[in-house]
């Protein structure tokens, strides 16, 4: 009997959390951000969900109706509670075992990615914008995508009303006005996928929960460290320009030191490593360049370390200019 693999990659999650300087806004969009996955769990009943991150959703359906289900409204719902976010989706039709078919899913997903798509708040010229985004506003101050962040903004602090530090950026930067942005991803997880099988979905739970370890065993008290996301193995924050190479390094050493206790990984690999790019900038300084900034040294550190030893790269931003 035949099943469906099914696959979506969100994208434009950095472009969305990082379209402005605001704390505010920015928590706020990761809060949305983050409520994807819960999203796709709660509302859909797939036989199995393979990965459930943020931007990378994977899951197999034996009935063909439920697939199509998913396949029609779930980027509508993403779209409409995060303007500016895109969804590509693909599935693949299989028998046998799902990890066969995840190489076939993933060139299906990387057309779907390629295709140009529009978006929901698109202006035209006779549209008032906001200056700070260059989108349609929807009142006299906000457009549509700074209302929905506000929104989960306010929604989080209700939620988490003991949450009262670092409100706003001129709490987290240090004497000279700097902050940092941290990105840090792990090394080698196409290859490892591939072989792990039926033992996908543990692993999945597995290294989620072996990151949130390790960024929390990598806090210290003193540090001012705000999580934007953090979920599989990738990891961005905000924090002090301080904190940053000290959380960082921190977090590298528990990372492998989490991943040696993940059983699934036993007979593929010892433990996991991952690289990290630190972007140190003014607090004021465009946030969407430094996060860009961060990702590339993050590419860097990778290809140093040819993808198999933790390995970390930083750049102090001192004018308006960069080359990376």
Same mark, same amino acid.
């Given at each position: 009997?035949?099943?469906?693999?099914?696959?979506?990659?969100? *994208?434009?999650?950095? #472009? /969305?959390? /990082?379209?402005?300087?605001?704390?505010?806004?920015?928590?706020?969009?990761?809060?949305?951000? &983050?409520?994807? !996955?819960?999203? /796709?769990?709660?509302?859909?009943?797939?036989?199995?969900?393979?990965?459930?991150?943020?931007?990378?959703?994977?899951?197999? %359906?034996?009935?063909?109706?439920?697939?199509? $289900?998913?396949?029609?409204? /779930?980027?509508?719902? +993403?779209?409409?509670?995060?303007?500016?976010?895109?969804?590509?989706?693909?599935?693949?039709?299989? #028998?046998?075992?799902?990890? #066969?078919?995840?190489?076939?899913?993933?060139?299906?997903?990387?057309?779907?990615?390629?295709?140009?798509?529009?978006?929901?708040?698109?202006?035209?010229?006779?549209? &008032?914008?906001?200056?700070?985004?260059?989108?349609?506003? +929807?009142? *006299?101050?906000?457009?549509?995508?700074?209302?929905?962040?506000? =929104?989960?903004?306010?929604?989080?602090?209700?939620?988490?009303?003991?949450?009262?530090? %670092?409100?706003?950026?001129?709490?987290? &930067?240090?004497?000279?006005?700097?902050?940092?942005?941290?990105?840090?991803?792990?090394?080698?997880?196409?290859?490892?996928? =591939?072989?792990?099988? &039926?033992?996908?979905?543990? %692993?999945?739970?597995?290294?989620?929960?072996?990151?949130?370890?390790?960024?929390?065993? !990598?806090?210290? #008290?003193?540090?001012?460290?705000?999580?934007?996301?953090?979920?599989?193995?990738?990891?961005?924050?905000? @924090?002090?320009?301080?904190?940053?190479?000290?959380?960082? $390094?921190?977090?590298?050493?528990?990372?492998?030191?989490?991943? $040696?206790?993940?059983?699934?990984?036993?007979?593929?690999?010892?433990?996991?490593? !991952? @690289? !990290?790019?630190?972007?140190?900038?003014?607090? =004021?300084?465009? %946030?969407?360049?430094?996060?860009?900034?961060?990702?590339?040294? @993050?590419?860097?550190?990778?290809?140093?370390?040819?993808?198999?030893?933790?390995?970390?790269?930083?750049?102090?931003?001192?004018?308006?200019?960069? *080359?990376?």
């Amino acid at each position: 009997m035949s099943r469906y693999l099914y696959g979506a990659s969100v *994208q434009g999650i950095q #472009d /969305f959390i /990082f379209a402005t300087n605001r704390l505010q806004e920015i928590v706020g969009a990761s809060e949305i951000v &983050k409520s994807i !996955a819960n999203i /796709f769990e709660d509302k859909y009943n797939p036989d199995e969900i393979l990965i459930n991150t943020a931007g990378n959703i994977k899951a197999v %359906f034996s009935s063909y109706d439920e697939c199509q $289900k998913v396949v029609l409204e /779930f980027p509508k719902i +993403i779209s409409q509670m995060a303007y500016g976010i895109t969804i590509s989706q693909a599935v693949v039709e299989f #028998d046998g075992e799902a990890k #066969d078919y995840i190489n076939e899913l993933e060139k299906k997903l990387k057309i779907q990615r390629n295709k140009p798509s529009i978006p929901l708040d698109m202006s035209i010229n006779i549209m &008032k914008l906001n200056p700070k985004t260059a989108r349609a506003k +929807i009142n *006299q101050d906000e457009d549509i995508a700074t209302s929905q962040k506000l =929104k989960a903004n306010r929604e989080f602090y209700k939620k988490n009303p003991t949450v009262t530090e %670092f409100k706003d950026f001129s709490y987290m &930067k240090n004497s000279k006005g700097k902050i940092a942005i941290i990105h840090i991803d792990g090394n080698g997880l196409g290859k490892i996928v =591939k072989d792990l099988g &039926k033992k996908l979905s543990a %692993f999945s739970i597995a290294l989620d929960k072996a990151t949130k370890n390790a960024v929390k065993e !990598a806090k210290e #008290d003193y540090m001012h460290i705000r999580e934007v996301i953090v979920g599989g193995d990738d990891v961005t924050v905000i @924090c002090n320009a301080n904190d940053a190479l000290e959380f960082t $390094k921190n977090f590298l050493t528990n990372f492998e030191d989490e991943t $040696k206790n993940i059983k699934e990984l036993k007979g593929i690999k010892d433990k996991l490593t !991952a @690289c !990290a790019g630190i972007a140190y900038c003014n607090e =004021k300084y465009p %946030f969407h360049y430094a996060v860009d900034l961060a990702e590339a040294l @993050c590419g860097v550190a990778k290809n140093h370390s040819n993808r198999e030893h933790s390995c970390l790269m930083f750049h102090n931003i001192q004018g308006s200019h960069y *080359q990376s």
